[in-house]
């Protein structure tokens, strides 16, 4: 039976790199007695995985874990399998919800679509009329390099769903996934860029993630 | 949770910012109102190898113990951060509460190896103590010292206001309430020194005066303070049976270099080596109860989720219960998915069985330390290891399907010859006929031999305390001989830096004039000298003309039986008399039956525990 675990990654564990942060969760399930199932040949390890890892120094409220579990668990029992994970969490860690996967549905890297972040400036450098000019552009235009060393232009506007200011702070929800990925901060430097910042100016900002999404009847819904 | 001291400007440019971020699963953070002493424990490295050291997690755990104290970490920060503090004038800071260093009360440092020598200094200019003890100020924490190195506690004399000599769960506690006595009745920095004078162990570099003779050696080591001993001997716990184990550790984010929990089996060993200063400063061997261990396993895997344990000790098949405590190990930690590591084994057919047991034959390798090629070199050490069982272990081995070995020598050893050298190579080509001698259906690929060799440091409290130590141009013509006569087709050669060597000799042996030195060469730049990328000998170079000291005045020296050594007011049980005369059956290639098989009066007897009172079997 697989679990999808929701849970956050707040405060100074923000600095610890993907692989560690794996790390770290494989002996904080060992230390909860979580019953993860092993995988099978020589080196065997925790079968879980993370729906889209966070980069270092970002912070998540809404990050996503599909775990396999060594039996079948009921309602009750995910319950208290999330207070003994969350016993076990370090600081900022905290395991939110726990769902059971429906037979066959899609593991959560494979489905994740899209991202809602916050981003917060240290400088008022843009305001409301920026933004909306911004997101009036018809393409935003980058060139990707791809791994023969060719660029290609490529247009982000469509896969910005959706961009607002809200006390200050960026809004954004993003494309995510396989197909189509974009970082907030590739979006913060264009608009930054947009907005006539000077390039090289040292731009002070923090980016929290408050949600992944997967597709759901045409919809975006929580992971 | 507590507000990080770098910004996240910072951090993120930093290599691992992880190194200075404090709050792992673990870890135990004491507001600093609501205790009376405070501690900052340091090992002067970079935090994943510090985070690997037993004896740290122990002092952390004993001081945290307590109520009335708290225990907080500290390490060196790694080039790119050391950089930043120095530019941004941002003063270092312990991981658990992030404040400054100097806002402690104690400042403890374990020593481990000399090449740490000018990070001790770096932790000390970067939070802004002063490096000298004599101009530390009330406000300045009090700086103590313990380890391995702090045997010779006299090349950083300068530096340290206390050091402890021994186990610190005997008398650290002590250490603290004196503290806490001392802060109470409003007494100086100087009052608590000279308080902590009555405490067993415990030597404060100010109460003594050293004075040379025209040739350099020492005249005189004399108590300048009526409260002062003229021997301090090192402390020790009699009996482990019941002793206190830090049982949840710390479990670092990133991966320190040793990245599981340990088990402590004893603490000692019986075997004699001549050139091994652990062998003889941790005398008498003392074992732990096997029901002791069982438990610490236990709670271990509990409280840390570790996936792999090591068995900790210098000489792990010499643990009397090394069988059934092995079989409780791989019983309850293959449910729990736990690997179990076994270093520290000598190769044979017991520890063989064993290793099949826990370790995946095809992919690891064993190691043998013969240290030495010749059987007249490995009688000089005393090794007590004949070609016959270092062959035979290794056709075992490869019998039972490993085809990857390292083995471990050194070059330099006293009353070495270039035959001895040559030995080295013939060794190890033996070992690899013994792979060729099993029928070619039985093994597994070509055979990978490694062959490390290390230069011969001479270390206080060791029968070579007295020996000169090669020269660099000694040390190199044997190193090209050496590679000159092995067969690279199927083995692979490796070596250390001479002058790395050489300069560890003359940390190693230093009296307290080495203090200067090493302030001279942190001042010319050097830090992290234990580590090749940054060892620069340019800035030892310059210290030693700073300084007028002879390098070889301390390593390529013999010393006389009369010469009053730098660190001989240190009585570590094992007496100067056994010393000499293991000294002397070495040159002459005699051996000495380890303390298993007879007793020879070492000393250590005086602290009438462990191996010495217990029955020979």
């Given at each position: 039976m697989k679990a999808r675990l929701k849970f956050t990654k707040t405060g100074p564990i923000r600095f610890v790199g993907h692989l560690d942060f794996m790390r770290t969760l494989q002996k904080l399930f060992r230390r909860a007695g979580i019953p993860v199932a092993y995988s099978e040949g020589f080196s065997p390890h925790q079968n879980f995985s993370i729906a889209a890892p966070l980069p270092v120094g970002t912070t998540s409220e809404g990050d996503y874990?599909?775990?396999?579990l060594t039996h079948a668990f009921d309602k009750g029992e995910l319950a208290s399998l999330l207070a003994k994970a969350n016993q076990a969490a370090p600081p900022g860690v905290r395991f939110l919800t726990a769902r059971i996967l429906e037979e066959g549905e899609t593991a959560g890297m494979?489905?994740?679509?899209?991202?809602?972040?916050?981003?917060?400036?240290?400088?008022?450098?843009?305001?409301?009329?920026?933004?909306?000019?911004?997101?009036d552009q018809e393409q935003i235009l980058v060139l990707k390099i791809n791994k023969k060393g060719k660029s290609k232009e490529q247009d982000l506007r469509p896969g910005i769903l959706a961009f607002d200011l809200e006390d200050g702070k960026l809004h954004m929800t993003l494309a995510t996934g396989s197909v189509f990925n974009i970082k907030p901060e590739t979006v913060l430097s264009l608009l930054l860029e947009f907005a006539g910042t000077p390039a090289g100016q040292d731009v002070h900002y923090r980016v929290h993630r408050t949600e992944l999404y997967r597709q759901a009847d045409g919809k975006l819904v929580p992971l | 949770m507590q507000?990080?001291?770098?910004?996240?400007?910072?951090?993120?440019?930093?290599?691992?910012?992880?190194r200075y971020i404090g709050n792992e699963p673990n870890m135990v953070w004491k507001s600093p109102e609501e205790v009376d002493v405070r501690l900052a424990v340091c090992f002067p490295d970079v935090y994943e190898i510090g985070m690997s050291h037993l004896g740290l997690s122990i002092l952390y755990n004993q001081v945290n113990k307590r109520t009335d104290a708290s225990c907080e970490r500290v390490f060196s920060p790694w080039p790119d951060l050391d950089k930043v503090l120095r530019e941004k004038d941002i003063p270092l800071f312990a991981l658990e509460s992030q404040q400054d260093v100097r806002s402690f009360d104690l400042l403890g440092f374990t020593v481990q190896y000399e090449m740490s020598y000018t990070n001790i200094l770096q932790i000390l200019d970067l939070s802004k103590i002063p490096l000298l003890a004599s101009e530390r100020t009330p406000e300045d924490p009090v700086v103590c010292a313990g380890g391995p190195c702090t045997y010779n506690p006299e090349p950083l004399a300068d530096f340290v206001d206390f050091f402890y000599i021994g186990e610190a769960e005997v008398a650290f506690d002590q250490v603290?309430?004196?503290?806490?006595?001392?802060?109470?009745?409003?007494?100086?920095?100087?009052?608590?020194?000279?308080?902590?004078?009555?405490?067993?162990?415990?030597?404060?570099?100010?109460?003594?005066?050293?004075?040379?003779?025209?040739?350099?050696?020492?005249?005189?080591?004399?108590?300048?303070?009526?409260?002062?001993?003229?021997?301090?001997?090192?402390?020790?716990?009699?009996?482990?049976?019941?002793l206190d184990f830090p049982l949840d550790p710390i479990v670092p984010y990133i991966k320190p270099v040793h990245d599981r929990m340990v088990l402590e089996l004893f603490r000692g060993c019986s075997r004699g080596c001549r050139f091994c200063q652990a062998g003889m400063v941790y005398r008498p061997v003392r074992n732990k109860p096997l029901e002791d261990l069982a438990a610490q396993a236990d709670a271990l895997v509990r409280n840390t989720g570790h996936d792999e344990m090591s068995l900790v000790s210098l000489s792990s098949s010499d643990y009397p219960q090394l069988q059934p405590l092995a079989e409780h190990l791989v019983d309850s930690c293959g449910q729990e998915h736990v690997n179990l590591s076994l270093p520290s084994l000598r190769i044979d057919s017991m520890s063989l069985s064993l290793m099949e047991k826990v370790q995946d034959v095809r992919k690891s390798s064993l190691t043998f330390a013969p240290e030495a090629g010749s059987q007249r070199m490995r009688d000089v050490i005393n090794k007590g290891l004949t070609e016959e069982d270092i062959l035979g272990g290794a056709s075992a081995a490869f019998a039972s399907g490993w085809n990857r070995v390292k083995l471990y020598f050194m070059l330099g050893l006293p009353t070495e010859h270039m035959e001895d050298v040559e030995a080295i190579a013939d060794l190890s080509q033996k070992i690899v006929d013994c792979y060729h001698h099993i029928p070619k259906e039985q093994r597994n690929g070509p055979v990978s031999v490694v062959v490390s060799t290390s230069f011969f440091v001479p270390k206080p409290f060791t029968p070579f305390q007295w020996c000169a130590q090669d020269r660099k141009e000694d040390f190199l013509s044997k190193q090209r001989l050496l590679n000159g006569r092995i067969n690279k087709k199927r083995i692979k050669y490796n070596s250390h830096d001479a002058q790395t060597s050489v300069l560890e000799g003359v940390l190693a042996r230093g009296d307290r004039r080495v203090g200067a030195l090493v302030l001279a060469a942190y001042r010319n730049g050097a830090v992290f000298d234990a580590w090749t990328e940054h060892f620069s000998y340019g800035c030892w170079a310059k210290a030693f003309e700073q300084t007028g000291l002879d390098p070889l005045f301390y390593s390529a020296r013999e010393r006389s039986r009369e010469e009053i050594l730098p660190w001989e007011f240190i009585d570590i049980g094992v007496t100067k008399k056994f010393l000499w005369e293991e000294y002397e059956r070495a040159v002459n290639a005699h051996t000495t039956p380890?303390?298993?098989?007879?007793?020879?009066?070492?000393?250590?007897?005086?602290?009438?525990?462990?191996?010495c009172i217990e029955s020979k079997a």
């Open positions: 874990l599909d775990m396999q494979a489905a994740v679509a899209a991202s809602s972040y916050v981003v917060e400036l240290q400088d008022s450098l843009v305001d409301a009329g920026i933004l909306q000019a911004f997101m | 507000e990080l001291r770098l910004s996240d400007e910072i951090l993120m440019h930093l290599e691992k910012p992880a603290l309430d004196l503290y806490k006595q001392n802060k109470e009745r409003g007494g100086s920095r100087e009052d608590y020194l000279v308080s902590l004078l009555d405490v067993e162990g415990i030597y404060v570099p100010r109460f003594y005066d050293v004075a040379y003779k025209e040739d350099g050696t020492i005249a005189s080591f004399r108590p300048n303070h009526p409260k002062a001993k003229s021997r301090i001997q090192k402390r020790l716990v009699v009996d482990l049976k019941g380890n303390c298993m098989v007879d007793c020879v009066h070492c000393g250590a007897g005086v602290f009438k525990g462990g191996i």
